[in-house]
């Protein structure tokens, strides 16, 4: 029987460089009111959102990538034809195939990188960072490129009362590479269906197409469904993914959540007992809710702002529809 030779991967892997980016057009809620009853006080002590970003019909799904991305790669201080892997992470590209992740992947200029597309909600971008953990220590590739996007612009009722206000367009990425210590650690993961119904588009497409439905489908969610488990549950996760990387509340440096809702991160804050001294990513006040994006976005601007540094100690969580979720402990590139 033939042995199949061992994989030659590196023995950890690291984020090595971020990028971002926020479309040019900046909302302000006095847009949203215009179709919603609500108020600005109601929207900012529900949400903790002043401003998001909408995408113009430039600024596709792709396009936002490429600039994210190229700021990545970049700051990562490797050049794009060094990519083995392209890792996508959106639910708002609208072609079921092929990827966008091979579009990127080809205008960057990679080499034939590896590309795909994965769904995953606002998890997406942990979900991202696992896979490309696992391909550098695999050997599969030495450097990975690891993309949020969303144009939830295109996915948003702007009459529907609980949802209108919420929603923002961006793109976040980052280049994983190679370490000679830890600096990503175990992820907690997983996924609750039974709750599925909490956060979803509201109608297939099908149904759009065949006429059984007229307005255009989008994201609706049951808020307070999803704010208790947020609070509650992900806050148990976030526990668990310090444990696994054998690290206390005391040791981190900065958290940053999912941008879902300031007044989850509140809640999730006060629940792990974080001391003041941790840096808390509140970019949900200008960027609102970007799903897979908020991560890597709410990263790249703690450090351009200097509230984080390199080499600091994260723990981050995302969580949303599905119900999934991910967290981990990171080094901060």
Request: hydrophobic share 45%; glycine share 10%.
């Amino acid at each position: 029987m033939a042995k199949i030779k061992p994989s030659k991967g590196a023995p950890y892997a690291r984020i090595l460089g971020v990028g971002g980016y926020r479309p040019t057009r900046v909302v302000p809620n006095e847009v949203i009111l215009e179709t919603i009853d609500s108020s600005d006080e109601w929207i900012r002590s529900r949400s903790g959102i002043q401003t998001r970003h909408w995408a113009n019909d430039e600024e596709t799904v792709a396009a936002m990538s490429i600039e994210a991305s190229g700021k990545a790669i970049a700051d990562a201080g490797i050049s794009a034809e060094q990519i083995g892997g392209v890792i996508v992470s959106t639910v708002s590209h609208f072609k079921q195939t092929p990827a966008v992740a091979t579009e990127i992947a080809d205008k960057l200029g990679t080499a034939k990188a590896a590309a795909f597309d994965i769904s995953a909600g606002c998890a997406g971008f942990g979900y991202g960072l696992t896979l490309a953990k696992g391909m550098i220590v695999e050997g599969s590739a030495e450097y990975v490129l690891v993309i949020g996007v969303e144009r939830l612009s295109d996915l948003t009722d702007l009459e529907d009362r609980a949802t209108a206000f919420l929603f923002g367009d961006g793109a976040g990425a980052v280049v994983v590479g190679p370490a000679d210590e830890p600096a990503i650690g175990p992820t907690v993961w997983g996924s609750e269906g039974d709750k599925s119904e909490t956060i979803k588009q509201t109608v297939p497409w099908t149904d759009y197409r065949s006429g059984e439905v007229a307005k255009f489908p989008a994201i609706t969610q049951e808020g307070q469904a999803v704010f208790r488990w947020a609070v509650f549950e992900m806050a148990k996760v976030a526990k668990e993914a310090l444990d696994a990387a054998g690290i206390s509340a005391e040791d981190l440096d900065v958290f940053i959540p999912h941008q879902a809702n300031e007044r989850i991160i509140d809640s999730m804050v006060k629940t792990l007992k974080l001391p003041e001294s941790v840096t808390v990513a509140r970019d949900v006040r200008t960027t609102g809710n970007t799903s897979a994006a908020s991560i890597p976005l709410a990263m790249e601007r703690l450090l351009a702002t200097g509230e984080a540094k390199s080499g600091d100690t994260a723990l981050v969580i995302g969580f949303g529809a599905g119900l999934v979720y991910a967290a981990t402990v990171v080094t901060l590139p």
